[in-house]
């Protein structure tokens, strides 16, 4: 089994994370005007738009931390510390 796994798969996952926070930014706009049809949400709209966007966010700063993180696990040298 190879030591650098973990690593490795962590990386793929930060990728993940960071495409999916990519993915939001571009499907909010196609979405929001779906949900601004359904009265119940009329008066919260902008609520929504922010808990969206902060979601979209912290996805891509979680998948670029963990890709930062992960990378250094992968460079030979002295361990890095968290």
């Known amino acids: ?5 973990k690593p490795k798969i962590q990386l793929v996952w930060g990728v993940l994370l960071v495409l999916a926070g990519v993915g ?3 499907r909010i706009p196609q979405v929001m005007p779906q949900i601004r049809q ?5 008066a919260v709209i902008p609520f929504i738009y922010f808990c969206m966007y902060f979601v979209a966010v912290f996805l ?3 998948g670029a ?3 930062y993180l992960n990378y250094r696990q992968l460079k030979p040298g002295p361990p890095p510390k968290p």
């Open 60 to 62: 891509i700063a979680g």
């Open 1 to 5: 089994m190879d030591d650098n796994l």
């Open 38 to 42: 359904i009265e119940y949400f009329a």
């Open 24 to 26: 939001m930014f571009f």
């Open 65 to 67: 931390r963990k890709l």
